[in-house]
């Protein structure tokens, strides 16, 4: 529970969840610019722009890394016992302990060392570029980066970096716009614009800033990547900063000659630098349990150690007694401080150092070096994987940590973004309907009633000819245009438009009864929207630079339909439009007034502009029920076929838009538009409420056009993976924004639905509950859904409990706003208990909060590992919040890849991820200890019981050879010339069987055999004898008492042979029984998938 | 996806252009973990051949060690409480370590079955901690091995140097503490020769005691531990020294002390003239005289023999107990009804 608070507190990149921490933080920062008045002392103290990303100086390297590395408790006992083993308690040589312990920690020092000189010397680079900066007075001169200051004004040329945190104040383009590549920040690819204000972008030239003289009040540094608030104070007037504004450090100016920047945020204030902390060290379950065993192990040794040495001081002290000595041979009234009789106590303690060093190996050195070899091996196994590799995306996958690989063997619940990680997110515009009529025939992958429904986007491009049969054209990326196809055929393979109906292309849709709203329908999507055109540099044709594949898909079902978007300006938005009274293409411009941006409180997005005829329009598209609630009663002429088309589609798993517009009367407009201004000019945190509220002031009236229809289709294996995924004992929730009808259609297709399964259905989408809500009792309206969702929930519960026994299995499907009550603290657990039992849940509506949330709740609340895996912006919340989090490197953005631990390019490939390499990674760490995927979800390799198993089987394995070798080789003689064993030739006998056993029990446990481990198990027994000789051959001051005993005692000595088989044969066989009797008798899951004969390779 | 900023190219350009920057990992059989492998699987059937198996080898190496064993012929003589006058019987130590008493005792022990030569004479310690690890470090085998080095007397302490400060070779606590009885054999008027060479290892005799190394202020110290050296034989000579150096592994043990290399026969009478010096009463140690011969698996222990046989016979019954747990309750293999998802059908 500790963990999941920690957890939230430590996240660190942006998403809705920081709201709160931000308006925590205050608006204190002051930039003064160009302000002669002003005295360098009065200036407000702001760090330089240089950077240091190092994590040690040249100075507190040694005692930072070293401080670093005994923090680990089995190197600190080492150090200790290194210490200690310099006096003459040690039993054996000092160097035989201190060699390793160098080794280990002088490796990984060095591993630091390198990494953080990387790191320096990208800093130096980076610090040392150059940029053009104002030098107060005429002239710009150019820098280092390390020495801007906040309050200078800079020059950045084009495809340069941003020194650091700008406004912008004007850019060559003359309506103030630049396009910024922002890849280093979100790894998006496409082009965002940034846009000046109105009043700065005359300051156009290198002189024109002699008279420019502002004050910027904003926010202090924080790490929100899209938010910004600030006011600009130029000549007695106040004007409001937004994101627009902002151009952020490491981002990049594109297609725009130069700009002039006011640099706001320095060095590590700025916003990319306080993103740039650790991620979240997310430690994993066998780490953390391995700092257990260590501590079980060294109670065990002081155990062993302490009643050694109490046997050892009381036989010590008896020694003398009475002044006669006992065992006289050792000499007890000679003896040191160690043997010492008279002193048995201190000797004891000794003893009991000693005794600590001797079994120091207990304590397994080498056992976190070794973990780390063996997950950077698991990494690279995983990046490596060609069946991990996406030919398309040309991707293979990634393991962005090595922490948490074993973790994946062990996953429980898999929480999943559906949009781009179920399907393709490759948008086609399919379906319309305009003014209750229904447009648009084509079939659609996810159509309800067939069973097989699994056509899935395959990247390639047909070029087949055109038929109905093949109508269903396949897609690549966002280019509109595929330039090899000439404008005739062009038509069929466009992208992102599969809408086939006679009634509508080539210009048909004139001769509908319903022309004026297709008009207009398809005006508003050609207008609405924030794509920007860019003009191909081989062609004419235009590219759009699209946010969503959704908004990409409308623009282009537009052009297609006659009304050809093409150019954007601050102001204006024009397009090639067809007038059906003339009969021919006109070039339209539609002053942009205000643009309403989504946000995930409306769910909808507007545009209000002046046509050229001065009309005030407002193009709205939104969720259907964020339309239909605020439609003019005039407006609802199609209301009910409309409603009726936008269910058909989205249960034919489509997603669909409510498309809307209005028409403003000059004074309304007006009062509203002071309304607005002053929200946008708020310098407070809750700037973006007061926009959502000012906005819903204006966005209502609607007369409702139509809907439309975008098809997602589902990715490649998906289906056969959840369903391998389901035989593996792991639950997938789905988590989606998408329509309830649509998430349940999208369910059956990917095989998270089956036939037989019984659905819950939580919703407040019922006739007594819309009524309610119409009343608009806010308060009455909560209760009710309250008390409904609690009742349904119960219900729930109790029909899931009884029938448990049939076991059926239960599907839950819950909607976003029943959600926001289920999650509500008294129902959190009602509704955790009910979902653990049901063997899908779909959560629809969702929002990325409710997403974060819904994955803490089973985090917590299960104590099971949970992976999140999504792909785009509004999944990072849950893809941090979760144990594991997997980023789908697809088709929006990397922002989910940055704050993932693992990135693969497509869903399909999360199954081997999970079964394949997860369980192997488990399998494999948790087989360190010398001592099939059902079982890793269970945690069964590395539970505390087995762990005790495999504790007592070495205990066990440790008495048989100790005793057997003891009682074969006793006192009599040894060999058939009458020579009985001494301590050499016992020792050698004993060891010979420890190292068989070892290796052998090591055999019996795997159960797959490559040339590897074949070497190195067979190597190592090979290696023993080899030792033993080469060893025995060295002269008697080296070899001691190892000299030649091989050789001369045990070589040709069949009972040395016959002891060492007997011993190991019977310290293997308590083991061999075991697991022969639980594979054949109580078999474990793998057991019986691994005898199952056409198993291939797991 | 890449493409998306490509910018406008011909797709088959952009294709090829992805094939040459391709991130597409390198094949081999390490990275894809492909290497060919084989999967032993624990099927009755093999687990029961692997018990008879077992059985097959371990039965006939039990019964051939245990009759070799049983060929052995022992004789064990405990005589430290009988070589004890009877009116010091209380006071043993007082008794061992007075020089003045005569320490000359006389056994007869008689020969069970016949005994073929060589019989080994041993005598064994029991109680007697030469894996002591102050014991066992008392010595410094640069010393022994070599004459110039006879000063390094390092971890010899406390019997290093004699009084004058001149080293004591050999020194240390294991070489002072010396095993000193001695036993002379007759059978009837014949006496029985012992042959003390060869007793020890060759690498002993020929890489560890010098033979140029001779013994020096050995036993002048006020405290005697065991028994002293001819100061005229080179170490490599002193056989009983390099045996008893040889350190024991476990506190009872026995040490070759010669090879009587006479037959003897059944029913003789063999009288044992020995000389009880040695001090084991302080820890209450016991003494034994061992005769023995010898197989060709060493002397008599019925221990192996026993073992092989009780695991040889435990993995025949485990063998039975498989086949009839086998053939009464036949299980297919991989039968995948017993998977939990098959079981429930939910996938738990």
């Known amino acids: 529970m500790f963990g999941c608070l920690r957890r939230r507190w430590s996240r660190r990149r942006s998403g809705s969840l920081d709201r709160q921490k931000a308006s925590g933080a205050g608006y204190s920062r002051v930039v003064h610019c160009n302000d002669p008045e002003i005295q360098e002392d009065d200036r407000p103290l702001y760090p330089l722009n240089a950077v240091s990303t190092t994590k040690y100086t040249i100075a507190n390297f040694l005692p930072k890394s070293l401080f670093e590395q005994f923090r680990r408790v089995a190197n600190l006992f080492f150090l200790v016992v290194a210490c200690v083993s310099f006096s003459p308690l040690a039993p054996y040589r000092a160097v035989s302990i201190l060699l390793p312990l160098v080794v280990v920690v002088g490796a990984t020092m060095a591993k630091e060392a390198v990494e953080d000189w990387r790191r320096k010397k990208q800093d130096i680079e980076v610090n040392n570029r150059k940029v053009m900066v104002y030098d107060g007075s005429h002239a710009f001169y150019q820098t280092e980066w390390k020495r801007l200051r906040v309050g200078d004004i800079v020059k950045v040329e084009k495809d340069q970096f941003f020194p650091a945190d700008l406004v912008l104040l004007s850019s060559s383009h003359d309506d103030g716009i630049c396009y910024v590549e922002t890849m280093n920040l979100d790894g998006e690819t496409n082009l965002k614009t940034k846009q000046c204000l109105q009043v700065t972008t005359m300051l156009c030239s290198d002189h024109s800033f002699q008279k420019f003289k502002a004050?910027?009040?904003?926010?202090?540094?924080?790490?929100?990547?899209?938010?910004?608030?600030?006011?600009?104070?130029?000549?007695?007037?106040?004007?409001?900063?937004?994101?627009?504004?902002?151009?952020?450090?490491?981002?990049?100016?594109?297609?725009?000659?130069?700009?002039?920047?006011?640099?706001?945020?320095?060095?590590?204030?700025?916003?990319?630098?306080?993103?740039?902390?650790?991620?979240?060290?997310?430690?994993?379950?066998?780490?953390?349990?391995?700092?257990?065993?260590?501590?079980?192990?060294?109670?065990?040794?002081?155990?062993?150690?302490?009643?050694?040495?109490?046997?050892?001081?009381?036989?010590?002290?008896?020694?003398?007694?009475?002044?006669?000595?006992?065992?006289?041979?050792?000499?007890?009234?000679?003896?040191?401080?160690?043997?010492?009789?008279?002193?048995?106590?201190?000797?004891?303690?000794?003893?009991?150092?000693?005794?600590?060093?001797?079994?120091?190996?207990?304590?397994?050195?080498?056992?976190?070096?070794?973990?780390?070899?063996?997950?950077?091996?698991?990494?690279?196994?995983?990046?490596?994987?060609?069946?991990?590799?996406?030919?398309?995306?040309?991707?293979?996958?990634?393991?962005?940590?090595?922490?948490?690989?074993?973790?994946?063997?062990?996953?429980?619940?898999?929480?999943?973004?559906?949009?781009?990680?179920?399907?393709?997110?490759?948008?086609?515009?399919?379906?319309?309907?305009?003014?209750?009529?229904?447009?648009?025939?084509?079939?659609?992958?996810?159509?309800?009633?067939?069973?097989?429904?699994?056509?899935?986007?395959?990247?390639?491009?047909?070029?087949?000819?055109?038929?109905?049969?093949?109508?269903?054209?396949?897609?690549?990326?966002?280019?509109?245009?595929?330039?090899?196809?000439?404008?005739?055929?062009?038509?069929?393979?466009?992208?992102?438009?599969?809408?086939?109906?006679?009634?509508?292309?080539?210009?048909?849709?004139?001769?509908?009864?319903?022309?004026?709203?297709?008009?207009?329908?398809?005006?508003?999507?050609?207008?609405?929207?924030?794509?920007?055109?860019?003009?191909?540099?081989?062609?004419?044709?235009?590219?759009?630079?699209?946010?969503?594949?959704?908004?990409?898909?409308?623009?282009?079902?537009?052009?297609?339909?006659?009304?050809?978007?093409?150019?954007?300006?601050?102001?204006?938005?024009?397009?090639?439009?067809?007038?059906?009274?003339?009969?021919?293409?006109?070039?339209?411009?539609?002053?942009?007034?205000?643009?309403?941006?989504?946000?995930?409180?409306?769910?909808?997005?507007?545009?209000?502009?002046?046509?050229?005829?001065?009309?005030?329009?407002?193009?709205?598209?939104?969720?259907?029920?964020?339309?239909?609630?605020?439609?003019?009663?005039?407006?609802?002429?199609?209301?009910?076929?409309?409603?009726?088309?936008?269910?058909?589609?989205?249960?034919?798993?489509?997603?669909?838009?409510?498309?809307?517009?209005?028409?403003?009367?000059?004074?309304?407009?007006?009062?509203?538009?002071?309304?607005?201004?002053?929200?946008?000019?708020?310098?407070?945190?809750?700037?973006?409420?007061?926009?959502?509220?000012?906005?819903?002031?204006?966005?209502?009236?609607?007369?409702?056009?139509?809907?439309?229809?975008?098809?997602?289709?589902?990715?490649?294996?998906?289906?056969?993976?959840?369903?391998?995924?389901?035989?593996?004992?792991?639950?997938?929730?789905?988590?989606?924004?998408?329509?309830?009808?649509?998430?349940?259609?999208?369910?059956?297709?990917?095989?998270?639905?089956?036939?037989?399964?019984?659905?819950?259905?939580?919703?407040?989408?019922?006739?007594?509950?819309?009524?309610?809500?119409?009343?608009?009792?806010?308060?009455?309206?909560?209760?009710?859904?309250?008390?409904?969702?609690?009742?349904?929930?119960?219900?729930?519960?109790?029909?899931?409990?009884?029938?448990?026994?049939?076991?059926?299995?239960?599907?839950?499907?819950?909607?976003?706003?029943?959600?926001?009550?289920?999650?509500?603290?008294?129902?959190?657990?009602?509704?955790?208990?009910?979902?653990?039992?049901?063997?899908?849940?779909?959560?629809?509506?969702?929002?990325?909060?409710?997403?974060?949330?819904?994955?803490?709740?089973?985090?917590?609340?299960?104590?099971?590992?949970?992976?999140?895996?999504?792909?785009?912006?509004?999944?990072?919340?849950?893809?941090?919040?979760?144990?594991?989090?997997?980023?789908?490197?697809?088709?929006?953005?990397?922002?989910?890849?940055?704050?993932?631990?693992?990135a693969i390019a497509q869903f399909r490939f999360l199954e081997r991820l999970l079964l394949v390499h997860g369980h192997w990674c488990y399998r494999r760490i948790a087989a360190m200890f010398p001592l099939l995927h059902q079982d890793g979800v269970q945690n069964v390799f590395f539970s505390w019981t087995r762990i005790i198993r495999w504790m007592l089987n070495g205990i066990c394995s440790s008495i048989i050879i100790y005793f057997l070798s003891t009682s074969s080789i006793l006192i009599q003689a040894f060999r058939h010339d009458g020579k009985p064993a001494g301590l050499a030739e016992l020792g050698v006998t004993m060891y010979t069987c420890v190292i068989c056993t070892v290796n052998l029990q090591m055999a019996l446990y795997l159960s797959y055999f490559t040339w590897i481990q074949h070497l190195f198990i067979w190597g190592s027994i090979l290696f023993w004898f080899i030792f033993l000789v080469i060893y025995g051959f060295f002269p008697p001051a080296i070899s001691t008492t190892a000299y030649l005993v091989f050789i001369e005692t045990c070589f040709q000595n069949p009972f040395y042979w016959l002891t060492a088989l007997f011993t190991v044969i019977s310290a293997l066989l308590p083991y061999f029984v075991y697991s022969t009797l639980q594979a054949n008798i109580f078999p474990k899951y793998h057991d019986i998938v691994k005898r199952m004969p056409s198993t291939s390779s797991p | 996806m890449n493409n998306s900023y490509a910018g406008p190219s011909s797709a088959s350009a952009d294709a090829s252009a992805t094939r040459r920057n391709s991130k597409r990992p390198k094949y081999s059989k390490f990275t894809q973990q492909e290497l060919p492998a084989c999967k032993p699987i624990l099927t009755p059937q093999w687990v029961i051949s692997v018990f008879t198996l077992i059985g097959l080898i371990f039965v006939p190496i039990g019964v051939a060690s245990l009759f070799a064993s049983n060929n052995v012929v022992e004789i064990v003589d405990r005589y430290d409480t009988e070589c004890i006058p009877k009116n010091m019987t209380d006071n043993k130590i007082a008794y061992i370590q007075n020089q003045a008493i005569n320490k000359t005792c006389i056994r007869k022990v008689r020969v069970p079955k016949d005994m073929d030569q060589p019989i080994y004479v041993y005598y064994q310690l029991d109680n007697f901690y030469q894996n002591h690890r102050r014991y066992v470090k008392s010595r410094n085998d640069a010393q022994l091995r070599d004459e110039k080095k006879a000063n390094e007397t390092s971890g010899c302490d406390p019997e290093k140097t004699a009084a004058n400060g001149s080293p004591i070779v050999p020194c240390g606590l294991i070489a002072w503490s010396l095993f000193n009885d001695t036993y002379t054999f007759t059978r009837g008027n014949q006496s029985l020769t012992v042959n003390k060479t060869n007793i020890s290892w060759k690498s002993d005799r020929d890489h560890k005691f010098g033979s140029n190394v001779f013994p020096k202020n050995f036993q002048n110290g006020t405290l005697v531990g065991g028994g002293s050296l001819d100061l005229n034989k080179s170490l490599s000579e002193q056989e009983d020294l390099i045996v008893w150096m040889r350190t024991a592994a476990l506190p009872t043990f026995r040490k070759l002390y010669g090879k009587i290399e006479v037959d003897l026969k059944k029913n003789d009478i063999i009288t044992v003239v020995l000389k009880n010096n040695y001090n084991t009463y302080s820890f209450s140690g016991k003494k034994k005289l061992v005769l023995s011969t010898t197989s060709w698996l060493g002397g008599k222990n019925d221990f192996l023999g026993i073992g092989y046989l009780t695991v040889g016979g435990l993995c025949f019954f485990l063998a039975a107990a498989f086949t009839v747990v086998y053939f009464v309750k036949p299980r297919k293999l991989g039968d995948t009804s017993y998977l939990s998802w098959n079981r429930t059908g939910t996938g738990r």
């Not at chain 1, 501590?295 to 040495?309: E, K, Q």
Request: charged share 25%; proline share 3%; glycine share 6%.
């Open chain 1, 215 to 902: 004050l910027i009040k904003c926010e202090d540094p924080n790490e929100n990547l899209y938010s910004f608030v600030g006011t600009m104070y130029h000549e007695g007037t106040q004007y409001p900063l937004s994101p627009q504004q902002i151009l952020l450090r490491d981002s990049k100016l594109r297609n725009t000659q130069h700009i002039y920047g006011l640099v706001i945020f320095t060095g590590h204030d700025t916003k990319v630098m306080q993103n740039a902390m650790d991620p979240p060290s997310k430690r994993s379950k066998i780490e953390k349990r391995m700092d257990k065993i260590i501590y079980i192990l060294f109670t065990s040794l002081v155990l062993l150690s302490s009643t050694g040495s109490i046997f050892f001081g009381i036989q010590t002290k008896q020694d003398i007694s009475d002044g006669k000595f006992k065992r006289w041979y050792l000499r007890p009234d000679k003896s040191s401080v160690l043997f010492d009789p008279k002193g048995a106590s201190l000797a004891a303690f000794c003893h009991f150092l000693t005794g600590l060093m001797l079994f120091g190996c207990f304590i397994p050195i080498s056992l976190y070096i070794s973990i780390e070899i063996v997950k950077v091996l698991q990494s690279t196994f995983i990046n490596n994987d060609q069946e991990m590799y996406c030919e398309e995306s040309d991707k293979p996958a990634q393991a962005r940590t090595s922490n948490l690989n074993e973790e994946l063997g062990q996953v429980n619940t898999i929480l999943s973004d559906k949009t781009g990680t179920l399907t393709c997110n490759l948008m086609q515009f399919v379906k319309c309907s305009i003014a209750g009529v229904a447009f648009g025939s084509g079939l659609t992958a996810v159509e309800p009633g067939l069973g097989g429904l699994k056509q899935y986007c395959t990247f390639e491009i047909e070029d087949l000819p055109h038929s109905p049969a093949v109508s269903r054209k396949t897609v690549k990326g966002f280019e509109i245009e595929d330039p090899s196809h000439s404008p005739a055929v062009s038509r069929k393979t466009v992208k992102g438009f599969n809408l086939r109906d006679d009634r509508l292309m080539d210009g048909h849709w004139v001769n509908e009864p319903n022309s004026d709203f297709i008009q207009k329908f398809f005006r508003t999507l050609a207008i609405c929207h924030t794509v920007v055109p860019v003009i191909g540099n081989k062609s004419s044709e235009i590219y759009y630079e699209a946010e969503s594949p959704d908004e990409a898909a409308f623009v282009v079902a537009a052009r297609e339909l006659g009304f050809e978007f093409y150019e954007r300006t601050q102001t204006s938005i024009s397009l090639h439009e067809f007038d059906p009274k003339i009969g021919r293409d006109v070039d339209r411009s539609y002053t942009l007034l205000n643009m309403l941006h989504f946000s995930s409180a409306r769910k909808r997005m507007s545009v209000i502009v002046r046509d050229e005829e001065e009309q005030l329009l407002l193009f709205c598209k939104g969720a259907d029920s964020a339309i239909f609630e605020n439609l003019a009663d005039d407006g609802r002429l199609f209301e009910l076929e409309t409603k009726r088309h936008i269910d058909e589609y989205s249960e034919a798993g489509l997603r669909t838009l409510a498309v809307a517009y209005r028409k403003l009367s000059e004074e309304e407009y007006k009062t509203w538009h002071a309304e607005f201004l002053m929200a946008s000019n708020a310098v407070t945190a809750d700037r973006d409420e007061m926009l959502d509220a000012a906005a819903e002031k204006i966005e209502k009236d609607f007369i409702l056009l139509g809907a439309t229809a975008v098809e997602d289709k589902l990715q490649k294996g998906v289906p056969e993976c959840i369903n391998k995924l389901a035989q593996a004992g792991i639950k997938i929730w789905v988590l989606t924004g998408d329509k309830l009808e649509t998430a349940v259609k999208i369910g059956f297709a990917c095989d998270l639905l089956r036939k037989g399964m019984r659905q819950i259905v939580v919703t407040l989408d019922t006739p007594d509950m819309n009524a309610l809500e119409k009343q608009g009792r806010r308060e009455a309206f909560e209760k009710a859904s309250y008390e409904s969702i609690a009742r349904q929930l119960n219900e729930a519960h109790s029909q899931v409990t009884v029938s448990k026994e049939i076991s059926i299995p239960f599907a839950l499907i819950i909607d976003g706003k029943s959600l926001g009550f289920a999650l509500s603290r008294n129902l959190e657990n009602l509704f955790l208990d009910l979902a653990i039992r049901c063997a899908s849940v779909i959560c629809c509506r969702t929002s990325p909060k409710q997403k974060a949330m819904v994955t803490r709740l089973v985090k917590c609340g299960t104590r099971k590992t949970t992976l999140a895996i999504g792909d785009g912006a509004n999944d990072v919340g849950m893809l941090q919040e979760a144990d594991i989090g997997v980023g789908i490197s697809g088709v929006e953005g990397m922002q989910a890849v940055m704050s993932s631990d693992f």
